[in-house]
Every structure is written in C-alpha cells, then in structure tokens.
C-alpha cells in the first residue's frame, strides 16, 4: 500500500534552537514524534531563502543546477518567470500521475500560485501571515507607507513633513487597526499556524494524499521586533545592542515551542482519523536564522551554519526505521528519497558524502530612509557564494573575489593555509558545482 506523504516545512527554522538538537526550545511534541522517527543530524539547506530552497526541494537539483535564484539583477519575485518556464517535474506533479491528492498551504508569498508553486497540486491555499494585511486598504496602505521609513515614527514624521494629512490620518487609522488585529489573533507569536492545524484537522484528507504545508512562525517579525534596529544593523549604520539580540533569540525560541504546540495537533488530528501510520511525515526547513552571531542578522546571502544548518525528522510509514549513516543530507537529496520510500525503497539515497549550499547576492529591499547605504549595502553584500561539506569540514568560497570565506573543522575555525591538501579538495568539489557559472575559485 503506497503511503501518504505530508511535509511540514517551518519556515526559517534553524537547526540547533530545538530542544531535540539541544536547544534552548521545548519541543515535547517533536521529541515524541522523533521517538518514531529518523532524526537526521547534518541537514543543510540549498540557499539561504526561501524561493530557490523549496524549488530545491521539489525539483531535487540545487540552485545552479535550476537556475531559480537571484542574480546581481533579478531579486525576489523577479525569478517567478524562470520558475514557471523550468522543465522538470516537480514532486506534486509525480504524485499527482499517482493519483494521489496533492494539496499545498502556505503562509509565505514566496511560495504561492503567484509563484508558480502550485504546479501540479490540485489544490493551494496561499494565507497571509500577517492578519492586518488581510484587508487589501490596509495592506494598500503600509506598503505606500514602507518607502518613507523603516518604523511608524520615521512615516509618520515623513508625512507630517510632507503636510499630506489626509495620508497621515489614513495610516493612523490603518496601524491602529492593525494593532487590534493582531493583538485579536495572537501575532506575530502565532503566523497562520492555528489556521492551518484547524484545516488539517477538520479537511477533507482523501484515500491518497500528499500535502505540503509552509508555516513561517519562526520568520520575523517576533514581539518586540523593531525593523529600524534590524535596518540600521544591517546598513552599517549602527550595531543592534546585544541585550537585544538576546532578546529576540528567546522570542525565536518561543516561536519554536508554539509551532511544536500546533504540530502535535496536526499528528493528534492524523492518528484520530487513522491516518497517522501510514503518512510518511517529514519535518523540516528551507534555511535558518542568524542572531548576529557573525554581524548579521536574519538570513541572505551568507552561507553560516546558523543560516543553513536545518532540522530533519522524517517518520516513515508504520514507524520503519533505517540504520544511521555518516555523512550529509540536503533537500535536494529528500526528492528522490521521497518518491524512492513511496516506490517501496529505503532512505540510502538521503545521506552523501558531500551537501553544497549556494548563494547569488542580496535579496533585500530596503525601506525607505536608507537610500544613501545603497552603495554600502551593494558593496557589502552583492557577492556569489557557495559552501561545501564534507567529513569533519566545511569550506565557503567567496566566488565574486576569489577568495575563501570560511574553513571549519568540526565546526571551529582553522586556518586554511595549514590544511592546504584538504582546502584543494573542497574546492574541486565546488568546482564541479560551479563549472557552467562566472565564479571565481582561489588559488591554493
């Protein structure tokens, strides 16, 4: 009997916050379902956002092998015509020739209809994370409001400047009703996770199904979250004060505990409905999330473990366990590994010897206030890079100048001119990743 599939994608979830990786994070619902469960210790995300990483996922190639991510002049949405024109099939569309159901919810708009991931679901509900947005006036409203500043001071000052009160008075309005609202539905702590546990719960589930679900509770904005702290950290302009960042690291873990709450619903819905022994349920991510640990907060173009180093829980149908192996999973890897246990197959194929992650620039928009650290923020951050795992190492490779970013062994920095040997052979290794693409290799 061919199982169902269901992957529980949590947006930006880094590896090492959950309390079964040894985190600070409670996570009792995770542990119990790893207990009945392969726990996956070295899985590293393809990019570092959203967009290449789950086309990653459902296509089983990397970024330079399906060529859907920025370059120095295609950002953001602006790759969604690539992504519709890419010839390859995706997971959805082979379970669909299955004649499974295939039903898809996101609360990320980078993984929508709107671009292109509904392809073969027969289904896709796209919910906005953000309960304040569901008006479109008030989503009207702030997205206007985003180009004169970074915080509703900053906007409201500009517009008071300006002497446009009729726009002042109406984004008054809009941020206190925004206000109400999310304070109504328990956001930011709560980003569409309840939503889509009462719909799993009560939907329809049909005789064969394969349901993907992004959830991006573990995304920004957390309480407390001022984005001009984030703004001016990231321009150059000024350090986010470490009292802080501590700060938003216990929100992330809080984020981690109530999403732990939400899926331990959705696995109670499955096992009342007796669906639960024989889904194949897999929880993941496309990226982490970086607290400063290296100046840099959030997630984009670095390469830092804290950036792609990600969680792995796959419970297999009827609780099948497989013997551990050494070495590395990806995403791009759980395609086949996917449709190798629906075929009746084992999970061989997850673990290599190697896992690459890519990066091709600056996905950033920046708000408005900050057009003077254009150039700063090109120079700083509009680099190619690729990074590579392998055995106890790990090298990033700078491949706009040439030069190596990072070399650790067993996680700790080493100098890469004491390890000369080894540094040539990773970097053979990413020679073949990028052998079709401008990228520039050191010289060792």
Not at 138 to 159: N, Q, T, Y
Not at 168 to 174: D, E, M, R, V
Not at 349 to 363: P, Q, W
Not at 393 to 416: A, C, M
Request: with cysteine; net charge positive.
């Amino acid at each position: 009997m061919q199982p169902n599939v269901l992957i529980l994608l949590c947006d930006t979830l880094r590896k090492d916050v959950l309390g079964l990786y040894r985190g600070d994070a409670r996570t009792p619902n995770l542990r119990k379902l790893a207990s009945e469960s392969m726990v996956y210790e070295n899985t590293i995300a393809p990019s570092p956002w959203t967009y290449p990483s789950h086309v990653s996922l459902f296509t089983g190639m990397y970024p330079s092998e399906h060529g859907i991510h920025e370059t120095d002049t295609v950002k953001l949405l602006g790759i969604t015509k690539y992504h519709r024109a890419l010839k390859a099939q995706r997971l959805a569309e082979y379970f669909s020739s299955l004649g499974y159901d295939t039903d898809a919810i996101s609360t990320n708009i980078m993984v929508s209809p709107f671009t292109a991931f509904d392809t073969g679901f027969h289904s896709f509900v796209s919910l906005n994370p953000a309960p304040s947005a569901s008006e479109e006036w008030v989503s009207e409203v702030f997205s206007k409001a985003r180009k004169l500043g970074s915080s509703p001071g900053e906007i409201m000052l500009s517009l008071l400047k300006k002497g446009a009160f009729s726009e002042l008075y109406k984004y008054s309005i809009a941020w206190r009703k925004a206000k109400r609202v999310e304070k109504d539905t328990n956001y930011p702590l709560d980003k569409g996770a309840k939503t889509i546990s009462d719909i799993i719960t009560n939907g329809k589930l049909g005789d064969k199904f394969f349901k993907f679900v992004n959830m991006v509770e573990m995304h920004e904005p957390y309480k407390g979250y001022k984005p001009k702290e984030t703004w001016d950290n990231f321009t150059g302009i000024q350090p986010i004060r470490s009292s802080k960042i501590a700060y938003l690291r216990k929100q992330y873990a809080l984020e981690a505990e109530y999403l732990d709450r939400r899926i331990g619903g959705i696995i109670s819905a499955l096992k009342r409905r007796g669906a639960y022994d024989n889904t194949m349920i897999i929880i993941t991510s496309d990226h982490g999330q970086a607290f400063n640990e290296h100046g840099y907060m959030y997630h984009n173009t670095y390469l830092y473990d804290e950036i792609i180093r990600i969680p792995l829980i796959i419970k297999y149908p009827n609780s099948r366990k497989f013997w551990k192996k050494s070495g590395y999973q990806s995403l791009v890897n759980l395609h086949d590994t996917i449709k190798n246990i629906t075929e009746g197959g084992n999970d061989d194929g997850l673990t290599t010897d190697t896992a690459f992650s890519e990066a091709y620039g600056d996905v950033t928009i920046l708000p408005g206030g900050y057009k003077d650290r254009e150039d700063y923020v090109k120079r700083k951050y509009e680099k190619t890079r690729k990074a590579v795992y392998k055995g106890r190492f790990k090298l990033t490779v700078n491949g706009t100048e040439g030069t190596i970013e990072e070399f650790l062994e067993n996680g700790r920095k080493r100098d890469p001119s004491h390890n000369n040997k080894v540094v040539k052979e990773l970097i053979n290794e990413i020679r073949g990743l990028a052998k079709k693409e401008d990228f520039s290799l050191p010289e060792v």
